[in-house]
Antibody, heavy 115, light 112 residues
Framework: EVQLVESGGGLVQPGRSLKLSCAASGFTFSNYGMHWIRQAPTKGLEWVASISPSGGSTYYRDSVKGRFTISRDNAKSTLYLQMDSLRSEDTATYYC????????WGQGVMVTVSS | DVVMTQTPPSLSVAIGQSVSISCKSSQSLVYSDGKTYLHWLLQSSGRSPKRLIYQVSNLDSGVPDRFSGTGSQKDFTLKISRVEAKDLGVYYCAQTTHFPWTFGGGTKLELK
């Protein structure tokens, strides 16, 4: 059974940092590109960042470029999102998802950026 | 980026009624392999999204055949026949043909 368990969220002040983790199981993690998708409160879904299976290629939406870093540890089947210089507009629930057409979602992790 | 436009933004329905949701993309969603990577998701209140339909018309395992998806190129429709209470929530179309992946704005299905 595929499981995706996000963690690391919380309340953080603007300008500070936070690192999210996504522990994956039930599939061969190293074979899949991975994505972070977020959903601001009462809003829709928004792609944030992606990483290739090897970790050699990464992609970001413009609004997080230079502030967020996606990475992975295939030995630990874990995906990460380092979020620096956080802004209030980054407040959202963050989901990780494998590159398989949105068939699997974790429970998400809430990030609140507020003073 | 591909813009996904969903209509209507909300729908009030009585149990047992049928409804349709439209999703239009700003570009054709046909990939170079000939497949169309347009999917439908349902997010029930307080839950993570769940995929119902993949590649336009294929039902995910366990999804009742009251759900159906049709369409091609840039114009897609989700139909729900005989709506049940457990169908309520926000429906999203999503495309994975063109990077970055993008989503429709959502259609909230609620009880009349």
């Amino acid at each position: 059974e595929v499981q995706l368990v996000e963690s690391g969220g919380g309340l953080v002040q603007p300008g500070r940092s936070l690192k999210l983790s996504c522990a994956a199981s039930g599939f061969t993690f190293s074979n899949y590109g991975m994505h972070w998708i977020r959903q601001a409160p009462t809003k829709g879904l928004e792609w944030v960042a992606s990483i290739s299976p090897s970790g050699g290629s990464t992609y970001y939406r413009d609004s997080v470029k230079g502030r967020f870093t996606i990475s992975r540890d295939n030995a630990k089947s874990t995906l990460y999102l380092q979020m620096d210089s956080l802004r209030s507009e980054d407040t959202a629930t963050y989901y990780c998802a494998p590159n398989s057409g949105f068939d699997y979602w974790g429970q998400g992790v809430m990030v609140t950026v507020s003073s | 980026d591909v813009v996904m436009t969903q209509t209507p933004p909300s729908l009030s329905v009585a149990i047992g009624q049928s409804v349709s949701i439209s999703c239009k993309s700003s570009q054709s969603l046909v990939y170079s392999d000939g497949k169309t990577y347009l999917h439908w998701l349902l997010q029930s209140s307080g839950r993570s999204p769940k995929r119902l339909i993949y590649q336009v018309s294929n039902l995910d395992s366990g999804v009742p055949d009251r759900f159906s998806g049709t369409g091609s190129q840039k114009d897609f429709t989700l139909k729900i026949s005989r709506v049940e209470a457990k169908d309520l929530g926000v429906y999203y179309c999503a495309q994975t043909t063109h990077f970055p992946w993008t989503f429709g704005g959502g259609t909230k299905l609620e009880l009349k």
